[in-house]
C-alpha cells in the first residue's frame, strides 16, 4: 500500500506530499524536509511485492543502483542525495527539479538548434552513465525534464539503470517505451551496451523535429514497417540532423555509432558542450590577382616618385601565382535507410 500524504519517514525528517508517479515495480514521491521545506523527490519499490521472493532481489537492486548512479556527478543528471529503510523498503531520495519533462513541452515540433542542445546535454549525461557501466534504458521526452527558466535538460528516472550485465534487464521489457527502445530490448538474450542507449537518444531527436513518435523497433523487425526518414516529415531538418537520427537508430546494434561521442561528432556536436565547426580550421580564399598588381603599379608608380628604383624592380619582378588551399568539409558517411 502506497503512503499517503503526511507520512513521516526517516526519524521524521521527510514528510510525503504526493504521489508523483507508479511504475511496474516502484512508487515516486514527493516529499519535503520537515526542517526547512525543501522539495525532494523519494523512489521506492513497491510495497506489493514484499511478499515475493523477487523483493530482496528489486531490493538490492535498488540499492546498487543507487550508489552506483550517487557517483554519476554531472548537471544534467538527477542528484541522488540520500538513501534509507522504511517499513523494510528501501529508499532513494533524489532531488527535486522543478520544471516540465519534454512530453509536456508547449510546442510539438521544436527548432533544430534548440532540439540539439537537449539532446548534447542528455548525451553528456550518458557519457558519465556509460562511463559507470549504467545504461539508462527508458530515454524518452517523459524522462527528460527542462528546468524552469533555464534551456537545461535533465535526465530523470533510472528505474532502468542496471549494470550493463545484470539478469534482470533480461526480463523487464514490459515497461520498455514503445518508440524509444531498440530491438536488443525486447529479446531475453539480446546484447545490450552504450549503443543501446544511443538509439533512444536518437529516437528522442526524432519526436523533439518531428513531433511523431517514431515506429517500434519490433515493428519494424517483426512486421516489416518501415521508418520514416524524420526529414520527410520536417523538411527544415538539415541533412546532417537527418542521416545521425537514422544511423542511431539502426536496427541492428553494430550498425549503430558504439559511443555517444561518436554519434555527438556526426551531428556536428562536441563531447564537452561546444559545437564543432564542419569548416574548422583556416582557409585561403581566392585572391583578385587584378586588384593586386594594380596595388602594386600604384605603390611602384610612388616609389619610383620617391627616388627608389631598386624597390620597384623587386616589386614587379614576375612572381609564380599560389594556387588557393581548398577547404574541404567532412561529408557524413552513407548509411542505409531501413
Known amino acids: 500500500m502506497a503512503w499517503s500524504r503526511g507520512k513521516t519517514l526517516k526519524n521524521n525528517r ?8 507508479k511504475g511496474r515495480f516502484s512508487l515516486t514521491y514527493l516529499a519535503k524536509n520537515s526542517q526547512n521545506d525543501d ?20 531490493q538490492n537492486s535498488l540499492s546498487e543502483e543507487a550508489v552506483k548512479l550517487a557517483k554519476c556527478h554531472h548537471p544534467h543528471i538527477v542528484e541522488i542525495k540520500d538513501t534509507f529503510y522504511e517499513d523494510n523498503i528501501y529508499c532513494i531520495v533524489m532531488e527535486y527539479i522543478s520544471g516540465k519533462t519534454l512530453d509536456k513541452r508547449d510546442n510539438k515540433i521544436i527548432s533544430e538548434k534548440e532540439a540539439l542542445n537537449y539532446i ?26 527542462i528546468r524552469t527558466g533555464k534551456a537545461e535538460a535533465v535526465l530523470i528516472d533510472f528505474g532502468l539503470a542496471l549494470n550493463f550485465d545484470h539478469e534482470l534487464t533480461k526480463t523487464r521489457t514490459e515497461e520498455l517505451a514503445k518508440g524509444f527502445a531498440p530491438i536488443e530490448c525486447y ?17 528522442n531527436l526524432y519526436e523533439l523535429l518531428t513531433g511523431t513518435t517514431p515506429v517500434s523497433a519490433i515493428e519494424r523487425k517483426l512486421e516489416n514497417k518501415l521508418l520514416i526518414p524524420p ?7 538539415s541533412d546532417r540532423t537527418n542521416h545521425a ?20 561528432k556526426q551531428l556536428d556536436l562536441s563531447p564537452n558542450g ?18 593586386f598588381w594594380t596595388a602594386i603599379a600604384a605603390i611602384a608608380a610612388l616609389l619610383t616618385a620617391l627616388g627608389l628604383p631598386q624597390i620597384v624592380e623587386t616589386l614587379l619582378t614576375p612572381q609564380s601565382t ?17
Do not use: C
Open 274 to 291: 561546444v559545437k564543432i565547426s564542419s569548416n574548422s580550421g583556416f582557409s585561403i580564399r581566392a585572391i583578385n590577382w587584378t586588384v
Open 120 to 145: 548534447q546535454q542528455i548525451g553528456n549525461a550518458l557519457i558519465e552513465v556509460h562511463n559507470h557501466q549504467l545504461l539508462h534504458r527508458d530515454i524518452r521526452p517523459g524522462n527528460i525534464i
Open 14 to 21: 521527510y514528510i510525503i506530499q504526493e504521489i508523483l508517479g
Open 231 to 237: 526529414k520527410t516529415i520536417n523538411s527544415a531538418i
Open 187 to 203: 529479446y531475453r538474450d539480446g546484447k545490450r551496451s552504450a549503443y543501446t542507449d544511443i538509439y533512444s537518444l536518437g529516437a
Open 322 to 338: 599560389p594556387t588557393p588551399t581548398p577547404t574541404v568539409s567532412p561529408s557524413p558517411s552513407s548509411s542505409s535507410q531501413p
Open 245 to 264: 537520427i537514422l544511423n542511431a537508430m539502426e536496427l541492428e546494434a553494430s550498425d549503430r555509432p558504439q559511443s555517444v561521442q561518436d554519434w555527438l
Open 39 to 58: 522539495k525532494f523527490v523519494i523512489k521506492t519499490a513497491k510495497d506489493v511485492f514484499l511478499n515475493l521472493g523477487k523483493f530482496k532481489e528489486l
